[in-house]
């Protein structure tokens, strides 16, 4: 956990929580966020944000979908094409935290996730080995996704990539950076969202400083979020505005309260 919690505190220097103390210049970190789709970094853009946009990290984010079978929130539609106009969301995203983006095209899917991506990737094998070729090239000194038990939604898709990514470090043969698994649990609400931790073994990051890069990247996503969701989250309670994460060296010993179907 020590580890876990330096590797943290370089990324964020400029926050403090109850288990951490505030740093003011530590030197900037090689960040990677690994996620399934574009808006999924929203949940981490209060961490993103300033590392990347402020405190000149060397940050990565790799996208395995361009969230072509979403829904769209835009009253005037999306056009014939969904996965453009996320897309193009998510390069404007990544514009603003001035991160790389990587954006593969495998399916967005909702069942057999892993063996779809896994058939259009060639095999299992090459798409681990896909994803071990973006971390090299990241060189990360902290690693974001997510927890393969919940992946912060239930989502399918987040869960296989959050089991994807440990799988091709398990198998990687060099040493690992860090990684860090998003414990923030979402309940969705009739306009707006709900987020706990997880697991109560979470570290709680306070992220009310940097909240105003979660609500920008929702604005950045129009077609995932509506104006009254963005609202909601402009104006959320200061309780709210946290990021719960563990170290995965941790996974086997921590156990989430929130649970998916079938877990």
């Known amino acids: 956990m020590a580890k876990a919690i330096a590797i943290l505190l370089l990324a964020l220097p400029w926050i403090a929580t109850g288990r951490v103390h505030a740093v003011r210049q530590a030197p900037a970190a090689r960040i990677l966020w690994i996620g399934a789709h574009p808006d999924d970094e929203t949940l981490v853009a209060p961490i993103l944000g300033p590392a990347c946009a402020r405190q000149n990290a060397v940050c990565t984010l790799l996208v395995f979908t361009r969230g ?3 829904g769209c929130a835009i009253p005037s539609g999306c056009g ?6 996320r897309a193009a969301e998510m390069q404007q995203a990544a514009a603003e935290l001035h ?10 899917v909702l069942s057999g996730v892993v063996e779809t991506w896994s058939g259009e990737a060639g095999s299992r094998d090459a798409l681990l080995e896909r994803i071990r070729a973006v971390i090299a090239a990241a060189n990360p000194t902290v690693l974001y996704t997510f927890d393969p ?24 043969g060099t040493v690992a950076p860090q990684v860090m698994l998003l414990e923030t649990a979402v309940q969705f609400l009739e306009n707006g969202f709900a987020f706990s931790a997880a697991t109560p073994d979470a570290v709680s990051i306070d992220a009310q400083s940097s909240w105003n890069y979660l609500v920008q990247n929702t604005e950045i996503h129009a077609s995932q979020f509506t104006p ?5 989250l402009r104006h959320v309670a200061a309780e709210q505005k946290r990021v719960y994460l563990i170290g995965a060296e941790r996974y086997d010993e921590v156990r989430p309260v929130f649970k998916c179907e079938g877990n």
């Open 149 to 172: 038990r919940h992946g912060s939604t239930c989502h399918p898709a987040h869960r296989a990539v959050g089991a994807l990514v440990l799988e091709a470090l398990t198998q990687s």
């Open 228 to 232: 009254q969701q963005t609202d909601f």
């Open 80 to 85: 014939p094409d969904l996965g453009s106009v």
């Open 99 to 108: 991160a790389q983006l990587t954006l593969w095209s495998l399916s967005d």
């Open 68 to 70: 072509e079978r979403g």
